[in-house]
């Protein structure tokens, strides 16, 4: 007999435009998340499987610093591994540990993605995708529209307030290997919070509990809640939880047109490369691998943005731009929408008994 449980919900009323199917989706069980019903997913699974994910991110976080600390013996370069070590101090040109503190924390998280999605009897490489099929140019087309986006907000700013704008003045060898070296670095940091985040925990618990609405918001406030230990997060800690939180929307929005991390992790990846190598703020933020350095008139006077209207308009208004670009059909950056899972159909042995072809009918 079939599992009733496993059955995609009804299909919204015939004629609904497909915006409002997909938003009925997101407030009943959803067939995306249903269709992670594979190999065990149960809540004990779940539940055992993120418990053994948070002991194992650590270990190999701890293994990570260890290999730094033998490193720096070997290299005669315990001074550059202790400053490395020192609160909010991530890339500085010159100092590889800074670099490979990050590297070594996006490679155990992938890892840990990686072994766990196989404990639950799935294929490593599913831990990529739900429902849609990822590549290179869906990353560059994702991350181009973000860059393009961000890069923009900032130069209108610089008209408007010119002297918030410091660019970089010494450059040399150091500096560019060290910018290819962060752009690397970023790239595994972010694949790895992807992988574990919307690519492991979000199909273990969606399995368990397929309603969008539900497990989209606990994870988006679970992320959110481990950014908060950031420097810069608590410079102005409401107004940016409030930016994280509809930031990861956005992501969510994108993950579930889409089907693919590969998308999720070009958003991630070109937010990370803006805020942490581009166009650098502070205060709250170490500026030392910038290509800019923003002054936030606000911050920099002890204020906060919670208050001004200014700054929401400016939020939504980049949203809006950026699922634009990504929705349009025309624009360069667009990225089609993957197709719903269709539910499986009824295995031989649970069909309707069907009389033979030669059987007389009373």
């Not at 990529?128 to 990353?139: N, Y």
């Not at 752009?183 to 992988?195: F, K, S």
Request: charged share 10%.
């Amino acid at each position: 007999m079939r599992d009733e449980s496993q059955r995609f919900p009804e299909a919204p009323p015939a004629g609904t435009p497909p915006g409002a199917a997909r938003l009925w989706l997101t407030l009943t069980r959803d067939p995306v998340l249903i269709a992670e019903r594979r190999g065990r997913w149960s809540w004990p699974w779940a539940l055992g499987g993120t418990l053994l994910g948070a002991v194992l991110v650590l270990m190999l976080i701890q293994q990570g610093d260890t290999l730094q600390l033998w490193l720096a013996a070997r290299t005669a370069t315990r001074g550059l591994y202790v400053a490395a070590q020192e609160p909010n101090v991530i890339l500085l040109p010159g100092n590889p540990y800074t670099f490979l503190t990050l590297a070594l924390f996006g490679l155990s998280l992938i890892g840990a993605a990686l072994v766990l999605t196989a404990l639950h009897g799935r294929p490593p490489g599913t831990v990529w995708r739900l429902h849609g099929q990822g590549s290179v140019a869906l990353f560059m087309k994702v991350a181009g529209a973000f860059l393009l986006i961000g890069l923009l907000g900032y130069a209108i700013e610089s008209w408007r307030t010119p002297s918030s704008f410091r660019l970089r003045s010494e450059f040399g060898a150091v500096y560019w290997a060290s910018f290819a070296a962060g752009i690397v670095v970023i790239a595994l940091q972010t694949l790895g919070e992807e992988m574990i985040f919307r690519g492991y925990l979000l199909r273990v618990w969606g399995a368990v509990l397929p309603l969008r609405s539900l497990i989209v918001g606990l994870l988006v406030i679970g992320f959110t809640l481990l950014h908060t230990l950031n420097t810069d997060f608590r410079t102005d800690f409401v107004f940016n939880f409030i930016w994280f939180v509809a930031t990861e929307i956005l992501y969510y929005w994108l993950l579930f047109r889409t089907g693919s991390l590969t998308t999720t992790w070009g958003l991630h990846f070109a937010n990370n490369l803006i805020s942490m190598m581009l166009v650098v703020t502070v205060p709250g933020s170490v500026p030392d691998m910038a290509l800019v350095v923003y002054a936030d008139p606000v911050l920099a006077a002890g204020g906060s943005r919670l208050a001004s209207p200014m700054a929401y308009v400016e939020m939504m208004i980049g949203m809006a731009l950026i699922v634009g670009l990504l929705a349009w059909r025309r624009s360069p950056f667009y990225v089609a929408a993957a197709p719903l899972p269709s539910e499986p159909p009824l295995p031989p042995a649970s069909q309707p008994d069907a009389l033979p072809a030669d059987t007389p009918v009373a």
